[in-house]
C-alpha cells in the first residue's frame, strides 16, 4: 500500500487548509484511515481518525476545528483544518490499517505534509 498526502501548507491562524491522502497498491480492504502529527522532538500524535463505517474520533485538542471524512470508493480521506492555531504547527502523517495478500492486516504510513500557521 503507498499512500500519498497532499495539502499542506503555510497559513495564518484562523485560516483553514485540507490534507487529502490516497492509498494505491494492492490491497483488499482498508480498515482505518487516520491523519498523525509530529512536531520536532515529540511524539508523533493521533489528529483524527475514521473507521470504514464512518465512525470518527478527534484529539481533543482539534474537536469543533477539524474534520475528517473518506471516500471508500477512491480509497482516499480528506482532512480539514479550520480555525487553525500556530500549535497545529506540524508535520501530518497520513496512516492506514489495511489488508493485502502479502502482507496480511499492516499499518502503513505516507510520507508527511508540513502545517505551518503563522500568528
Known amino acids: 500500500v503507498q499512500l500519498q498526502a497532499s495539502g499542506g501548507g503555510l497559513v495564518q491562524a484562523g485560516e483553514s487548509l485540507r490534507l487529502s491522502c490516497r492509498a494505491s497498491g494492492s490491497f483488499a480492504r482498508i480498515e482505518g484511515m487516520d491523519w498523525y502529527r509530529q512536531v520536532q522532538g515529540k511524539e508523533r500524535e493521533l489528529v483524527a481518525g475514521?473507521?470504514?463505517?464512518?465512525?470518527?474520533n478527534y484529539a481533543d485538542a482539534v474537536k469543533g476545528r477539524f474534520t475528517i471524512s473518506r471516500d471508500n470508493t477512491n480509497n482516499s480521506c480528506e482532512l480539514l483544518m479550520s480555525s487553525l492555531k500556530p500549535e497545529d504547527t506540524a508535520v501530518y502523517y497520513c496512516?492506514?490499517?489495511?489488508?493485502?495478500?502479502?502482507?496480511?492486516?499492516?499499518?502503513?504510513w505516507g510520507q508527511g505534509t508540513q502545517v505551518t500557521v503563522s500568528s
Open positions: 475514521i473507521g470504514s463505517g464512518g465512525r470518527t
Open positions: 496512516h492506514v490499517f489495511a489488508f493485502a495478500a502479502a502482507t496480511r492486516w499492516k499499518h502503513f
